[in-house]
């Protein structure tokens, strides 16, 4: 594997052993020295073409807890707002020596584009692209959802994830159906048919118009974000009717099983999709999944540029067992 | 050999419908037909055997960028890739800067396609004022121009009010004209990517549904049908637009379509790789689609092949998907594409394809020197091709000014050897020659893909 440009890149058991590895790494978050030396001297950019705070903060904490060096690259204030193209931000960062970049731009495959041309030579990695995939998200909502209801080494079989939201422009949703297939989940897709994409007949899950007959049973409720400029298009009467239908608060929150997971990848619209006590209630994991998400993104580096996939994962633990 | 020496013994060639023949040109004119003809002292003898020989071809749909585009392609190497591909006449679409929606505008266009030499550039004029879609422009102008337009498109724009369609139909009315329609509905197309389906839904890039094109199509043989006029719909892509044309004309109504030869070969499978040289406009579709598009265009519901031959310059590609412009270029591969996905899979003969690609578009065009059968008298248009013959796409080695064939490195089936506009070989042996070159070849700019 020499980028991850989509969930398609990994097989099973790769995917298993990026949440492994992140389960070891975590440890070294948690512990009182943070870093490794492992990415000394490896130069890693983020390539943020779009505004981002978390994704581009936990890439940059993983990064530096590996010890590589960071250079942060946004849109605003760079060459990219002065119009440069992909093709000659890539050639940049390719004379300045990038060992991987780390991209989050709002073209859909924009990071596929980047690894296929000749521009550069080192790892890409997709940090969001267009409404196309968010691979990194779905891995530490995969281990999230793993910390808590399935065991380290295992997949994630009979978990029965329900996704809730506006899955048309979502790279979240299709990562994480992606990924939570793969490794077994039952998933269900909820959302108002207009917010469903022409085509998803063929994706690995289930679609279900009804939220609170889907909520039945579920493992994990994953919400995602209602963009503000999706108000003005038409996809529903207003946020209020989509509110009552779609949005998860306390009486939706009462059927759910006590160890069901409460999930956002964030930005949350409180009040929209989730009320405030759905959100900070003792099932909510959302906070959580933010700290995961250094783990993950730490093994996700690991995987890329430390070495082989599988066989490196002794090397990590021995590592973190020396500290 | 000469140019302006311009008489030909062509030996060796298969008529299309089959018979084996020889064929001598002389001053512009086929002057016999006929096995192991007798050469001429001052004929010069061409061996092209093994090959298929059609009337030449014309095509109804060409992007030649000029004026306003020269970075991507001129009339001048439009009409050379043209030649290459066999053509001798080609038909240049009104999305210019400025736009063709004027006499001047046209009748430059015409004059430079006459400059140039290699086939007959007939412009087509923008239905309405800067294809805004809202006024109609100076369509009876141009028509009574020198350009003596009869095609009228807002082409890459659909017009899509209702009203403005008809009155440009009745309009044109008046000198035999033709509305050509870019059958796309833009409020379900706002910002689309490619076709809406299995592909989109999981690439997500914003669908492009087949309704948006079908719902266009409905509505204007309606139209047409109401004020009896002549409707051509461009670049049909979908399954159920072929069953609605399919429709219209079992109802007898005036319309007549085209398909291009990507959508007779590509699908959206090719967007997996958000390479944007698959960009296009209409989108390539399903499967099942491009089965629709070439069953239609063997039965006849479909009338013609139309490149949509659409130029642009490397930087319009080298990009993200939804940066990057629609289009692709037609001009140098259509004809083996035709003749791979329709006659080697026997959906059509070669006076089948004589027919899309060369008599029909003149009809529909109104070209009066064009289209003719291949017969003793009639103007020296021809078209050779060895269908047998296969070759590998090279878009270094294209003669358009632009590179953006979505055929790069495929193998193509059938090559053109030999293309004669007039009765001068304005293509053969590799070599592009003008009929205004005088006595000698002129340098190849282009190169050949042989």
Known sequence: MKHLLSINDLSKSEAIAILDTAQELARVSDGPMKKLPTLRGRTIVNLFAEDSTRTRISF?????????????????????????????????????????????????????????????????????????????????????????????????????????????????????????????????????????????????????????????????????????????????????????????????????????????????????????????????????????????????????????PEGELVGITREVGAL | MSATNSKFLLTGLTLPDGTASDLQIANGVITAIGKTLAKNSDDQVVDLKGSVVLPGLVDLHTHLREPGKEDAETVLSGSMAAAKGGYVAISAMANTSPVADTAGVVEQVYALGQSAGFVDVFPIGAVTQGLAGEALSEIGAMADSNARVRVFSDDGNCVHDPLVMRRALEYVKKFGGVIAQHAQEPALTKGAQMNEGDISSRLGLKGWPAVAEEAIIARDVLLVDHVQSRLHICHLTTAGGVEIIRWAKARGINVTAEVTPHHLLLTDDYANSYDPIFKVNPPLRTQRDVEALREGLADGTIDIVATDHAPHPAEAKECEWQEAAFGMLGLESALSIVNQTMVQTGLLTWEGVADRMSLAPARIGGYENHGGRIEVGAPAHLTVINPTQSYRVDRDLVASRSRNTPFHGMELSGVVQATFFRGIPTYLAGQLTSIHSNGSYSKSQGGTSL
């Open chain 1, 60 to 308: 940059e904490a993983a990064a530096k807890r590996l010890s590589a060096d960071v250079i942060n690259f946004s849109a605003k204030g760079s060459s990219i707002s002065k119009g440069e193209s992909l093709k000659d931000t890539a050639q940049t960062l390719q004379a300045m020596g990038a060992d991987a970049v780390i991209i989050r731009h709002g073209a859909s495959g924009a990071a596929q584009r980047l690894a296929d041309s000749k521009w550069m030579s080192g790892a890409v990695i997709n940090a969001g692209d267009g409404t196309h995939e968010h691979p990194s998200q779905a891995l530490l909502d995969a281990f999230t959802i793993r910390k808590h209801l399935a065991k380290s080494g295992e997949d994630l079989t009979g978990i029965k994830v329900v996704i809730v939201g506006d899955v048309l422009h979502s790279r979240v949703a299709r990562s994480n159906v992606l990924l939570l297939a793969k490794l077994g989940a039952d998933v269900t897709l909820v959302a108002p048919p207009t917010l469903l994409p022409v085509g998803i007949e063929s994706w690995p899950c289930k679609i279900s118009y009804d939220f609170d007959s889907a909520i039945i049973g579920a493992d994990a409720v994953m919400m995602l974000r209602i963009q503000q400029e999706r108000m003005s298009e038409m996809f529903f009467p207003n946020a209020r009717e989509y509110s009552r239908y779609f949005g998860l608060n306390s009486d939706r929150v009462k059927v759910l099983k006590p160890t069901t997971l409460v999930m956002h990848p964030g930005p949350m619209n409180r009040g929209l999709e989730i009320t405030a006590d759905a959100a900070d209630g003792a099932r909510s994991v959302i906070v959580e999944q933010v700290s995961n998400g250094v783990s993950v993104r730490m093994a996700i580096l690991y995987m890329l540029l430390a070495g082989a």
